[in-house]
């Protein structure tokens, strides 16, 4: 399995990004998704997670802005991340958790003026 995010970039406070983590290699429809970020100097931290039913889980930091999705026809998850903040400036990772753990290799979201 290989998890490919895009989507990161620079944006001012108050603008939006859409990420997105296209999965190879497995049976996307069947199992659940998250995003992570990690800001620099701190650890990694849980964002947001779908189930292969499309319900939904987010951090508090982020329920009222963020909203993950996912198209299984395309074997796409995304992350629509709205309201930005400069506290949200991390890289944003995909992670599957199915018969191992698979992580996608990170996308770098800076939101600054």
């Known amino acids: 399995v290989q998890l490919q995010a895009s989507g990161g970039g620079l944006v001012q406070p108050g603008g939006s990004l859409r990420l997105a983590c296209v999965a190879s290699?497995?049976?996307?429809?069947?199992?659940?998704m998250l995003w992570y970020r990690q800001r620099p100097g701190e650890q990694r931290e849980f964002v947001a997670y779908?189930?292969?039913?499309?319900?939904?889980n987010y951090a508090d930091s982020v329920s009222d802005r963020f909203t993950i999705s996912r198209d299984n026809a395309k074997s796409t998850l995304y992350l629509q991340m709205n309201s930005l903040k400069p506290e949200d400036t991390a890289v944003y990772y995909c992670?599957?958790?199915?018969?191992?753990?698979?992580w996608g290799q990170g996308t770098q979201v800076t939101v600054s003026s």
């Open positions: 779908i189930n292969a039913g499309g319900g939904t």
């Open positions: 992670y599957a958790p199915w018969d191992k753990n698979y």
């Open positions: 290699g497995g049976i996307f429809r069947i199992y659940p």
